[in-house]
């Protein structure tokens, strides 16, 4: 297990973000960082010191925008509606791109995906998104598109959608700190969903693959 205390973990913030995709995976981090020997520190990063309203309405302080930010070991990039613009953004793509370059990982949830794609990050990789935006994803051409919660190609992680955030902060904390440190995560969060299946929507033909594949009877 690496010596996390001097490293930096950002969480990528802007307007019409979705909030369980940061929340999400920030509550499992940060109780890393604090309890655990986890990141030293834990960081919401945003274009200025405005306050960011995400797509159902809660408002976050950003920690430090794009120009104050310290090198970042970690970066996250959410998802929701607000990626339609901001992949557009030349000055948060370039954050992207030049943090990306001395991070020990990057990683996306949703529709972050699509702003790892603009900064330069997906090109002949395997990422995955929200299931909606599946076949815009494969749209892009030079991406593998993968059906599945959660993706790893080298230090690019994505995850599906929302709360497909929270199983990639799982994963990507075992994948640091050890087994039994992402299960003290689990236990202390009381991170342990049900498994049923609320109507028959897992049976859409749209539903992704890897939801078909673990689909439960309902209870």
């Known amino acids: 297990m690496s010596d996390q205390s001097t490293t930096t973990f950002g969480f990528l913030i802007f307007p019409g973000l979705e909030e369980l995709d940061l929340v999400g995976p920030w509550e499992m981090i940060a109780m890393w960082s604090k309890h655990l020997q986890g990141p030293g520190r834990c960081l919401m990063v945003a274009q200025t010191r405005d306050a960011v309203v995400c797509a159902k309405g809660m408002s976050l302080n950003p920690h430090v925008t794009f120009d104050d930010c310290p090198p970042l070991d970690y970066l996250l990039v959410p998802g929701g509606e607000g990626t339609r613009q901001q992949v557009d953004n030349a000055f948060l793509v370039q954050f992207v791109s030049e943090q990306a370059k001395g991070c020990k990982a990057v ?48 230090n690019v992680w994505t995850a599906a959608g929302v709360s497909a955030g929270i199983d990639l ?18 236990f202390g969060t009381e991170y342990y969903p049900t498994g049923r299946f609320f109507g028959a929507f897992h049976q859409s033909p749209q539903a992704p693959a890897y939801l078909k594949k673990t689909a439960q009877p309902d209870i």
């Open 107 to 154: 990683l996306s949830v949703c529709t972050g995906s699509f702003i790892l794609h603009r900064a330069g990050l997906l090109a002949g990789k395997r990422a995955t998104t929200h299931w909606s935006s599946l076949p815009r994803l494969a749209a892009l051409g030079d991406v593998t598109v993968c059906q599945e919660r959660v993706v790893r190609d080298g």
């Open 169 to 186: 902060a799982l994963a990507f904390i075992e994948s640091e700190a050890g087994e039994t440190v992402a299960g003290k995560v689990q």
